[in-house]
């Protein structure tokens, strides 16, 4: 399992199992998890800003999920570890 952290007061954590992809939301008053099978997961974009902390992922299963606020080194990692994971 690897897991990644949002830059921010509110940090969103991006984990990644064998069998899904999980996404914690935290807010002011608890969290929202979202999880999403990896069997779902169709692709994985992710889109870099011009500094080291604004990048992107977009997972696309069906409908869009991003996760904003990441470092690039992060989101390339994120996409490796799903594309690792459905080979």
Known sequence: M??????????????ITDSAVVIRRHKLMGQDTTSIPLDRVLSVD???GPLFWRAQVVLHAGDDVVVEGLRNRDAAAIRADIERALS
């Open 2 to 15: 690897s897991a990644y952290k949002t830059i921010g007061l509110r940090p969103t954590v991006v984990e």
């Open 46 to 48: 992710v889109r870099t």
